[in-house]
C-alpha cells in the first residue's frame, strides 16, 4: 500500500526567509511519480512539479526547487525567499505506475505554511 | 490554457436528498477522477474513470456514489441520498494518459454541504 507522511503540520518563516517541506513516501512499485500541490486560501489545488521514480535529477523552477532522493523515500521541496503570497497548504502525493500508467494519487496529510510579512 | 471546470461551485443539501456534481476535464484529456477534501483533511481518492468505465475506486466510493460520462465532454459525480459525512470539497481532476502527460489537473472543486 502507498502512503505519503508530511510531518510539519505547519510552518511560519518571515518573508525572504528559506524554508524546506519535508515529504517522506512509502510504496512497494518500482515505478512511481512524485507531486507537489499547492492549495492556496482560494481553495483549488494546482499542479507544481512531477517527478518519476527513475529520475533523481533536483529540479530548480526559479525560487522553487525539490529534492528527490530515493535512498530515504523523500522528496522535499525548498521555497527560497519566501512571499507572504507562497502562504498555502503544500501537498505532497504519489501515484503508483504498474505497468507504466499512473494510478490515482495519494496526498500527505499537507503542510500550512505561513509567511509572514 | 485549457483547465478543469466544476459547476456548482457550493451546493447545500438536505440530508438524504440526491446530488449531483459536474465536471468537464480538459478536452483531450483520458482518464478522470473525483477527489474529495473534507475541511481541514487531506485530499482522498474516490474513483478513476477510463474508457467509459470505473478503473479504480476506493472504499469510501459505496453504493451511494456513481460516476457517469453521459456525453464527450461532462463527468459526473451522483450521491444518491446524501448523509451529513458527505460534506466536503469535492475536487474532479483529469489526465492526458500514457505518454501524454501524468500529471493530473484539478477544478476548482464543488464545496458541498449537507444539512
Known amino acids: 500500500a502507498q502512503k505519503v507522511t508530511q510531518a510539519q503540520t505547519e510552518i511560519s518563516v518571515v518573508e525572504k526567509e528559506d524554508v524546506t517541506l519535508d515529504c517522506v513516501y512509502e510504496?512497494?512499485?518500482?515505478?512511481?511519480?512524485l507531486f507537489w500541490y499547492k492549495q492556496p486560501p482560494s481553495g483549488e489545488l494546482v499542479f507544481l512539479i512531477r517527478?518519476?521514480?527513475?529520475?533523481?535529477q533536483n529540479e530548480i523552477s526559479g525560487r522553487y526547487s525539490w529534492n528527490f532522493q530515493k535512498s530515504t523515500s523523500s522528496f522535499n521541496f525548498t521555497i527560497t525567499a519566501s512571499q507572504v503570497v507562497d502562504s498555502a497548504v503544500y501537498f505532497c502525493?504519489?501515484?503508483?505506475?504498474?505497468?507504466?500508467?499512473?494510478?490515482?494519487?495519494?496526498f500527505g496529510s499537507g503542510t500550512q505554511l505561513t509567511v509572514l510579512p | 490554457e485549457p483547465e478543469v471546470t466544476q459547476t456548482p461551485s457550493h451546493q447545500v443539501t438536505q440530508m438524504g436528498q440526491e446530488v449531483i456534481l459536474r465536471c468537464v476535464p480538459i478536452s483531450n484529456h483520458l482518464y478522470f477522477y473525483w477527489y474529495r477534501q473534507i475541511l481541514g483533511q487531506k485530499v482522498e481518492f474516490l474513483v478513476s474513470?477510463?474508457?467509459?468505465?470505473?478503473?479504480?475506486k476506493s472504499e469510501i466510493f459505496d453504493d451511494q456514489f456513481s460516476v457517469e460520462r453521459p456525453d464527450g465532454s461532462n463527468f459526473t459525480l451522483k450521491i444518491r441520498s446524501t448523509k451529513l459525512e458527505d460534506s466536503a470539497m469535492y475536487f474532479c481532476a483529469s489526465r492526458g494518459g500514457q505518454g501524454i502527460t501524468y500529471e493530473q489537473y484539478f477544478g476548482p472543486g464543488t464545496r458541498l454541504t449537507v444539512t
Open positions: 502525493a504519489l501515484s503508483e505506475a504498474p505497468r507504466g500508467s499512473a494510478r490515482q494519487l495519494t
Open positions: 517527478r518519476n521514480s527513475f529520475d533523481e
Open positions: 474513470f477510463y474508457n467509459n468505465e470505473i478503473s479504480e
Open positions: 510504496t512497494r512499485d518500482t515505478t512511481y511519480y
